[in-house]
């Protein structure tokens, strides 16, 4: 069965300095990888995909994520946050025929300033 | 861009109450799901559907039913609200298979007392 584990529940950064979420997954294949973001009331938006090919992904809001299959690990980082990046990260790992995912509980960005 | 509307945002409802939530999508994609998203849990697959008519059990199917009877529209039913399932409850849809992920709803808090 697929899982996904984010060890952190919550981070606190200071704005201008970096962030790296951690995400481990447990999958049988080749998985597909994914980060969403939740603003506060929101819903999820897409911030980065991994399928295949080059291990490191680029996203949207300045965002990346680099997949390392032998630590089953798909961390994101951003060089330099910024107050807007205040919010609730997922991890989510799928690939079977029916296109489901599983998310992780999620990471809680605290940006101070 | 895909949007997802869901039909409301809050919804206060009574214990026993039979709860209807509303989900369209316009980009004619294949596959629609419904997941809650509780503190500290993540978010939890309820029901998926991947064409008309068609529907699969989640991980947490108990106490909730879903209907489709049109590509766009997906509803979730709460036969017999109960405290239980105060939460907020969010609704995705995708084409066929993961290569462009998810597009999720804003998202619909429900509260049962």
Redesign the interface.
């Given at each position: 069965a697929q899982s996904?584990t984010?060890p952190d529940?919550h981070i606190t950064v200071s704005e201008g300095a970096s962030l790296e979420l951690r995400c481990n997954y447990s999958y049988g294949a080749t998985p597909?990888l994914?980060w969403?973001v939740q603003s506060p009331?929101?819903?999820?938006?897409?911030l980065l995909?991994y399928?295949s090919g080059d291990t490191l992904v680029q996203g949207i809001k300045g965002f990346e994520a680099e997949f390392k299959r032998s630590q089953s690990s798909f961390n994101l980082r951003k060089p330099s946050v910024h107050w807007s990046d205040a919010a609730e990260y997922?991890c989510a790992v799928?690939?079977d025929s029916?296109?489901?995912?599983?998310?992780?509980?999620?990471t809680q960005v605290v940006v101070t300033p | 861009d895909v949007k997802?509307t869901q039909s409301s945002r809050y919804l206060v409802k009574r214990t026993g109450e039979k709860v209807f939530l509303e989900c369209v999508q316009d980009m004619d994609h294949e596959?629609m799901?419904w997941?809650r998203q509780d503190p500290?849990?993540?978010?939890?697959?309820i029901y998926?559907s991947?064409d008309v008519k068609m529907k699969?059990k989640?991980d947490i199917p108990e106490g909730y039913s879903v209907s489709r009877e049109k590509k766009e529209r997906f509803s979730l039913i709460l036969e017999s609200a109960s405290t239980n399932q105060t939460s907020m409850y969010?609704c995705?849809s995708?084409p066929?298979?993961?290569?462009r992920?998810?597009?999720?709803?804003?998202?619909t808090r429900l509260t049962v007392v």
């Amino acid at each position: 069965a697929q899982s996904v584990t984010q060890p952190d529940i919550h981070i606190t950064v200071s704005e201008g300095a970096s962030l790296e979420l951690r995400c481990n997954y447990s999958y049988g294949a080749t998985p597909y990888l994914f980060w969403y973001v939740q603003s506060p009331g929101q819903g999820l938006q897409l911030l980065l995909k991994y399928f295949s090919g080059d291990t490191l992904v680029q996203g949207i809001k300045g965002f990346e994520a680099e997949f390392k299959r032998s630590q089953s690990s798909f961390n994101l980082r951003k060089p330099s946050v910024h107050w807007s990046d205040a919010a609730e990260y997922f991890c989510a790992v799928g690939g079977d025929s029916w296109g489901k995912l599983q998310f992780g509980a999620g990471t809680q960005v605290v940006v101070t300033p | 861009d895909v949007k997802v509307t869901q039909s409301s945002r809050y919804l206060v409802k009574r214990t026993g109450e039979k709860v209807f939530l509303e989900c369209v999508q316009d980009m004619d994609h294949e596959n629609m799901f419904w997941y809650r998203q509780d503190p500290g849990l993540g978010l939890r697959l309820i029901y998926f559907s991947y064409d008309v008519k068609m529907k699969e059990k989640g991980d947490i199917p108990e106490g909730y039913s879903v209907s489709r009877e049109k590509k766009e529209r997906f509803s979730l039913i709460l036969e017999s609200a109960s405290t239980n399932q105060t939460s907020m409850y969010l609704c995705a849809s995708s084409p066929q298979g993961l290569t462009r992920g998810y597009t999720f709803g804003s998202g619909t808090r429900l509260t049962v007392v």
